[in-house]
């Protein structure tokens, strides 16, 4: 591992990186030295030279992503062990399982590898970077996922375009960096089939964050009613038909995502006249549609991504369950979600009851939930957590 540069901390600094916290921000800087580029190894050590760890270099408010704590250099197999740690991680959490072939394998700083993501879909592997480092490692990466996946690897498809801090996103394309798939690609999650299509699909092509949550939301679906909101390619409604519901709506603003519902509706076998789709906007159909519902799915995507943005956010999320609470019947059920990284667990719990007041309607809170073990968050870094939800019953 070629280190290229050092950079010196200000006195006191130092502690956050004591504690493993992984992000030096560009304010604890005193000094740097050496051939500085995005994307490059440095050394980092405190104010009197003492080497705290060493990590990738990007330009920026967090100026090193440390991938490695103390004093020794990274070793030439540092990629490959990183992997196998990971890969332990999720065996110990029971993936892959007999009826699910898709998870996880990397979740940036809960694995230790702030700024990638890798998700195993059956055999291929979706790469995503997030800083400059990992995009700089890449071909590293997809060799060292080769080594350890060995037969179990077909192909590592590199999808960061969209992900990779605005001045690099003309540095590279996506594409095959092993191997290649065919796509859409098939998965199972449970037993319930989906298609996957990481070339054209949100985020790495599916959302496999969601995947305890939509089985639990099985157990409450029979014989229910259901609306799926923001549905994307309809893994809450496939759950709720599997789960025995007599009726499911699914809505999405995005046509493509309503075509990818039908067709992983008709991939599992069910009855057309049991699901219908709608291309609209959520907010617009709740507010205009006639019926209420027995159950109803709110899964919007980050309605804020910087804490800027965040009060006009809980806005949003107020509304969105006012709306709902407005259209679940009496004795139904919500399950409600938010996956900004920057709106903590109370005070989404405090808008959702907002919301509830607004709509004058009397909640029990039933489950609190979160994302899976396949998405673990380091308890040196409580920012990875990010994916939060309710389960309420409505009166």
């Known amino acids: 591992m070629m280190i290229s540069g050092k950079l010196r901390l200000k006195p006191g600094k130092e502690q956050s990186l004591k504690r493993f916290h992984p992000w030096v ?17 440095v050394e ?6 003492n080497t705290l760890g060493f990590g990738h270099y990007q330009t920026g408010s967090i100026t090193v992503r440390v991938l490695s704590f103390g004093s020794d250099k990274p070793a030439k197999d540092f990629w490959p062990e990183k992997i196998k740690s990971a890969l332990a991680m999720r065996f110990t959490a029971g993936l892959p399982a007999e009826k699910t072939n898709a998870f996880r394998l990397i979740h940036a700083e809960g694995d230790g590898l702030p700024g990638l993501i890798v998700d195993y879909y059956d055999g291929v592997v979706v790469m995503q970077a997030h800083s ?23 192909a590592v498809y590199y999808k960061s375009k969209s992900t990779l801090p605005a001045h690099l996103r003309d540095t590279g ?17 449970n037993g319930n089939h989906f298609y996957v299509d990481w070339e054209v699909g949100q985020k790495t092509g599916f959302f496999l964050d969601q995947r305890d949550n939509r089985d639990l939301l099985g157990n409450y679906a029979r014989n229910r009613t259901v609306l799926n909101t923001f549905c994307y390619t309809g893994g809450f409604s496939v759950y709720a038909l599997t789960g025995g519901a007599k009726l499911v709506h699914s809505v999405d603003v995005s046509e493509n995502a309503i075509e ?21 906007d959520s907010f617009e159909y709740m507010e205009r549609c006639p019926e209420t519902y027995d159950l109803i799915i709110l899964d919007p995507p980050a309605f804020a991504k910087h804490r800027d943005a965040r009060h006009q956010a809980m806005k949003g999320y107020q509304r969105l ?20 990284q ?4 109370q005070l989404f719990y405090d808008t959702v009851v907002s919301a509830a007041l607004q709509a004058g309607r009397e909640i029990k809170v039933l489950h609190r939930l979160s994302q899976p ?13 990010y994916l939060k939800g309710l389960v309420l019953y409505v009166h």
């Open 25 to 41: 921000f560009s304010g604890a800087i005193q000094s740097t030295q050496g051939a500085l580029a995005d994307g490059v190894w």
């Open 44 to 49: 980092v050590v405190d104010s009197k030279n």
């Open 132 to 154: 400059a480092g990992m995009h700089t490692d890449r071909q590293a990466i997809a060799n060292a996922l080769q080594d350890v996946l060995k037969e179990k690897l077909k």
């Open 173 to 189: 394309q996506d594409g095959y960096l092993l191997g290649m798939s065919a796509v859409p690609h098939i998965i199972s999650e």
């Open 260 to 280: 990818a519902t039908r067709q992983n509706i008709e991939l599992n076998g069910y009855n057309p006249t049991e699901h219908a789709c709608f291309t609209a």
């Open 321 to 340: 369950n006012s709306l709902a609470f407005k259209k679940v019947k009496s004795g139904g059920i919500l399950f409600t979600f938010s996956c900004s």
């Open 342 to 345: 920057v709106v903590d667990k």
């Open 373 to 385: 073990a396949d998405h673990p968050v380091s308890i040196y870094h409580p920012e990875g957590e």
